[in-house]
């Protein structure tokens, strides 16, 4: 199973910028996709982007054009480089890994503050 760890959360003001990382260990090379997910208070678990093991990437509507998500294989580390942060942003973020079993493994996540 792939151990999962965020990093880079805070508090920042709207229109400023945040990078998430999710170091990841474990059976690495065997990571089908990754991805990034968020949960703010009162609400459910949402989708904000994933990325598959061959480079292919999925947005959620709401951050498409301000959120990046990009994979370092040689550093086992997931990244999520959000700009033009708004109050709506604010969750706790969450990163997972789907392996080669199809077994889904999920971070503890980091909080992120975005202040009007």
Same mark, same amino acid.
């Given at each position: 199973?792939?151990?999962?760890?965020?990093?880079?959360?805070? @508090?920042?003001? $709207?229109?400023?910028s945040?990078r998430?990382?999710?170091a990841?260990s474990?059976?690495?090379?065997?990571?089908? $996709?990754?991805g990034?997910y968020?949960?703010?208070?009162?609400?459910?678990?949402?989708?904000?982007? %994933?990325?598959?093991s061959g480079? %292919? %990437?999925n +947005?959620?509507d709401s951050v498409?054009?301000?959120f990046?998500?990009?994979r370092?294989?040689?550093?086992?580390? @997931?990244y @999520?480089?959000?700009?033009?942060l708004?109050?709506e942003?604010? $969750?706790?973020?969450?990163c997972n $890994? @789907?392996?080669?079993? +199809? *077994?889904l493994?999920?971070?503890?996540?980091?909080? *992120? %503050? *975005?202040?009007?």
């Amino acid at each position: 199973q792939v151990q999962l760890v965020e990093s880079g959360g805070g @508090l920042v003001q $709207a229109g400023g910028s945040l990078r998430l990382s999710c170091a990841a260990s474990g059976s690495n090379f065997a990571i089908r $996709a990754m991805g990034w997910y968020r949960q703010a208070p009162g609400k459910e678990r949402e989708m904000v982007a %994933t990325i598959a093991s061959g480079g %292919t %990437t999925n +947005y959620a509507d709401s951050v498409k054009g301000r959120f990046t998500i990009s994979r370092d294989n040689a550093k086992n580390t @997931l990244y @999520l480089q959000m700009n033009s942060l708004k109050p709506e942003d604010t $969750a706790v973020y969450y990163c997972n $890994a @789907l392996d080669r079993n +199809y *077994v889904l493994s999920w971070g503890q996540g980091t909080q *992120v %503050t *975005v202040s009007s």
